[in-house]
């Protein structure tokens, strides 16, 4: 009985990590610094600067006078204006932030999957060499 042909060596197969990088390189990938993740950072970041002037506007407005009439538009225009700013703002630099964070966490997960796979399949070709040699053979032969 002949033993199939084993299977290409890792010299065989093309660079992975030159593989990834062409590919990379020809997918058209928005984003970065001057994407529109980058725009929702920056005005989630001026939205929460802007709620704190705008409350502390309003309490200024409002602490000059003592009768509630007076004070009930400074309290809507920079209590409310300001809360409302504050949470869409959180919300813009949450989303984007934690989703530069996941993609993070995904691309390594991926690179230590691969490298997971490299030591199983070096691991297998060690257990085949074993098995394969030639005083393994001769074991095999014995009743």
Do not use: C, K, N
Not at 83 to 111: E, K, P
Not at 131 to 139: L, T
């Amino acid at each position: 009985m002949t033993d199939p042909a084993p299977p290409p060596s890792r010299t065989d197969q093309p660079d992975r990590l030159a593989l990834l990088e062409e590919a990379l390189a020809s997918l058209p990938a928005g984003g970065g610094a001057h994407g529109p993740e980058a725009r929702a950072l920056a005005v989630g970041t001026i939205l929460v600067i802007a709620s704190v002037v705008l409350v502390i506007a309003g309490w200024y407005g409002a602490s000059g006078t003592l009768d509630v009439g007076e004070q009930i538009p400074y309290l809507i225009s920079g209590g409310v204006a300001g809360l409302v700013a504050a949470v869409i703002g959180s919300v813009l630099f949450l989303r984007y932030s934690m989703g530069r964070y996941l993609r993070y966490w995904i691309i390594r997960l991926v690179h230590e999957d691969r490298e997971q796979t490299d030591r199983v399949v070096a691991a297998l070709e060690r257990v085949e060499a074993a098995v394969r040699s030639p005083r393994d053979e001769r074991a095999l032969d014995r009743p």
